[in-house]
Nanobody, 119 residues
Framework: QVQLVESGGGSVQAGGSLRLSCVASGPTYHSVYYFCMGWFRQTPGKEREAIGAVYNGGADSVKGRFTVSRDNDKNTVYLEIDNLEPEDTAMYYC??????????????WGQGTQVTVSS
């Protein structure tokens, strides 16, 4: 059973940057269920949305202010958010699965870490 543990959330000022980390543990590192690691976020009343992911052997994901990178030696995936905006306030979830662009492709979830951005 893969376990994902996030860290790095908290309260930050708008315009700042933040890096979230997610460490994976468990015996299924090479399983198809662990083919990608990435990040989602969710706000109350809304669906969980994909931010980005890194697939085995693939490149980092860069989408605007969001960069997802992966250190396989440390079984860790990172999410860096630049120029934070109040709209980035959400619960951020680490995820691992076979297709990290949709919740249906995720086999494992972290417990979530809250990010609150104040203006």
């Amino acid at each position: 059973q893969v376990q994902l543990v996030e860290s790095g959330g908290g309260s930050v000022q708008a315009g700042g940057s933040l890096r979230l980390s997610c460490v994976a543990s468990g015996p299924t590192y090479h399983s198809v269920y662990y083919f990608c690691m990435g990040w989602f976020r969710q706000t109350p009343g809304k669906e969980r949305e994909a931010i980005g992911a890194v697939y085995n052997g693939g490149a980092d994901s860069v989408k605007g202010r969001f960069t997802v990178s992966r250190d396989n030696d440390k079984n860790t995936v990172y999410l860096e958010i630049d120029n934070l905006e109040p709209e980035d306030t959400a619960m951020y979830y680490c995820a691992a699965g076979s297709l990290c662009s949709t919740t249906t492709g995720i086999s494992y979830w972290g417990q979530g870490t809250q990010v609150t951005v104040s203006s």
